[in-house]
């Protein structure tokens, strides 16, 4: 979904402006080829704490890390010139996937941490708003600095199901404030119980991701679906709060001993009564078997607040 008429989402992190009219399908093979040729993220948790322990403005060390980010980006994309100018790259060659219309992503990573660090509560507060704005528009500055008609840049709230745990890791091990084993990929905590619904749309609303031409998705976890009426009202909200990327998520339940699936979140199967079971929820973006997460992950996944009735909806 996109809240902009001159704009495509062909998936749950990207949005492409659309200036031609052209249309593709997930091929790319069209008028408007999506995707990301390259991703570098910045791990602005550390940015910003280095820059405080080395008496720095914060903003003023993002700005040389995000230029810095965008040189590396269009070194990297000459390469690839370099490479398919040489025959090296036939998916490019047979028109599959058009280089100049391939995005260089600036990935962000650590965003909740840094606010965090610096004191700014994590909820809809003019502070957070201020800080978010301010970091994601220094991004998308440069973006637009860089971008030719050629070299399209764009900005993307990462999932980071694997390098937000290794962020916070590697922060921990060099002596940075860690708040938690993986750091979040939304504008919220995900373990914070004391925001309800309609805050979510809120936080991934539009003064939240405006600057994010990449994407940012909210995934809303359910305990329970909701009721066609309750559904139907979450739809409004989004419209009104601006938050284009978004799903449910509601765990579901699978049975270890014989095999069934159920959409629902239990405490044993509704088949065989067994107790033996897994659950099956987003990692990020993908379904997976909560038993299979990375040892990290597993603690998040057990930190993270479900809404639970739902009552907590206005209808």
Known sequence: MSDNADSLASC?????EIQDNGFSYTLGAGGVSTGSKS?????LNRCIQYAHKQGIDYMVFLSDVVDLVHKVQLSYDENLKYLCSKGMLPLFDAGYINLGRQYLTVGVNGL???AEFLGIEINDNPKYVEFVQSVLGLVETYNKKYRTATTLFNCEMIPAE????????????DGYVVPR???NSYFYVVEDDSLNILDK???????YIEHLTGGSALHLNLEEHLSQKQYRQLLHV???????????NIPNTACNDCGHIDKRYLKE????????????????????????????????????YYAKNKGEIAC
């Open 181 to 183: 084993d993986c750091y």
């Open 162 to 173: 694997n390098v937000g745990v290794k962020h916070a890791k590697w922060d921990k091990e």
């Open 201 to 207: 749309f809120r936080l991934h609303g539009r003064q």
């Open 238 to 248: 989004a419209a009104v709060e601006g938050c284009n990327y978004f799903t449910f």
């Open 112 to 114: 909740v941490e840094a």
């Open 269 to 304: 199967c509704p088949v065989c009564h067994s107790k033996n079971i897994d659950y099956l929820t987003r990692i990020i973006g993908y379904m997976k078997r909560v038993s299979s997460f990375s040892a990290a992950r597993k603690k998040e996944a057990a930190r993270r």
């Open 12 to 16: 749950c992190r990207l949005r492409n």
């Open 39 to 43: 991703v570098l993220t910045i791990n």
